[in-house]
């Protein structure tokens, strides 16, 4: 079974093409940084007309990559939401009319579950696992039950994790994307201990119960800070040293609202089922937080498991593969479904946060 999947909810132009197998045939992704970091961050016109300037481009490479005919495909997923919606109905609508010109089976992706499958196409886990989701757009501890049965546990109350890293970054001078900047910049700082002391920030919710994030009041505790820096640019050194400080303090939120989880986990499941975290979306390619899960999951005997950082952001594979999972459980879509800007993986729990 091959799935073409088509990943267009924000500034990544994707497809790929993927097997039940586990083999990714094609993973196309086409960048648009140099076309957004003027603005310091994605314009949603901007990045619509970049998904229709270069879709069919990369759909073309990916057959080719692939050594691949349409004829060859079992079916075509496409990402129909969440996410910014004009770039989203770009890649739904091509997904679409490739599905009835060549009798295809359509399946339409929530962009949050392929994230939250991404494990089982790179690692083969079975369910049931923990997911914790952390992106530019969402922070969500959700339990993962099955295809399409997911149940949230925790989210943030104002930012995403994602967001907080890119506008903190941006306080402190750094170019967009700021995830990735603040990180490097971290890595310069020789002594973090020295930069806690020196740049102390407040760690939000740590400690109260549940599993629920706040990241707002962090990011203004970086505004406090840059703004006391002597006037001018800003030194590299003093950059490192709070982009340290701060990178120590989201792993030590992260990590408590985590530890909550794998305990309700415990006592949620079976007795004699190991917990596993999986961490997925965009700043699961951040090495520093990835070494604080692990460790935790260590000292609460549990496993951990993150995707490749190349499948970290978004991509046409997970998509894909998420193609696959629907398809061979038969939950296939009408070519008359709508592009959705909010797509809540728990309905139950609503668009907002929900304590655990």
């Not at 270069?54 to 997923?77: Q, V």
């Not at 009835?100 to 089982?120: D, Q, S």
């Not at 975290?277 to 699961?284: E, P, T």
Request: charged fraction near 20%.
């Amino acid at each position: 079974m091959k799935v073409l999947g088509i990943e267009t909810s924000c500034d990544e132009t994707a497809v790929a093409i993927v097997d039940d197998a586990h083999r990714i045939h094609a993973n196309l992704v086409l960048s648009q940084i140099s076309e957004h970091s003027v603005f310091g961050g994605v314009v949603p016109e901007i990045a619509a007309r970049a998904h229709m300037d270069h879709l069919d481009k990369l759909i073309r490479g990916a057959l080719d990559d692939a050594g691949m005919a349409c004829a060859d495909l079992d079916g075509i997923a496409a990402t129909c939401g969440p996410g910014l919606i004009g770039g989203v109905m770009v890649g739904m609508m091509a997904g679409k009319a490739l599905a009835l010109a060549h009798g295809k089976p359509f399946i339409a992706v929530n962009h949050l579950e392929a994230h939250a499958l991404t494990p089982r196409l790179t690692d083969r886990i079975d369910f049931p696992y923990l997911l914790l989701l952390v992106s530019g757009g969402h922070t969500q501890i959700l339990m993962v039950h099955d295809v399409g049965r997911y149940e949230l546990w925790g989210s943030t109350m104002d930012d995403a994790l994602g967001e907080c890293f890119d506008k903190s970054a941006k306080l402190m001078g750094l170019p967009f994307p700021g995830g990735p900047h603040l990180e490097q910049a971290a890595r310069l700082c020789s002594d973090p201990d020295a930069a806690i002391q020196r740049f102390p920030l407040p760690a939000p919710l740590k400690g109260r119960p549940g599993c629920d994030f706040s990241f707002s009041g962090l990011k203004t505790a970086i505004r406090a800070h840059v703004d006391k820096l002597p006037p001018g640019p800003l030194h590299m050194e003093d950059v490192s040293m709070l982009a340290c400080a701060f990178e120590q303090t989201i792993c030590t939120v992260v990590t408590d609202r985590c530890r909550h989880a794998l305990e309700k986990f415990t006592e949620k499941s079976d007795r004699g089922i190991t917990p596993k975290l999986v961490v997925s979306g965009g700043v699961a390619a951040n090495l520093f937080l990835r070494a604080a899960l692990k460790d935790l999951t260590k000292a609460c005997n549990a496993d951990f498991i993150a995707p490749p950082v190349a499948l970290c952001a978004d991509n046409g594979a997970m998509i894909a593969w998420t193609g696959i999972e629907r398809l061979r459980r038969q939950m296939t879509d009408n070519l008359n479904i709508a592009a959705r800007p909010r797509w809540p993986l728990d309905p139950e729990a609503g668009q907002g946060f929900k304590s655990a």
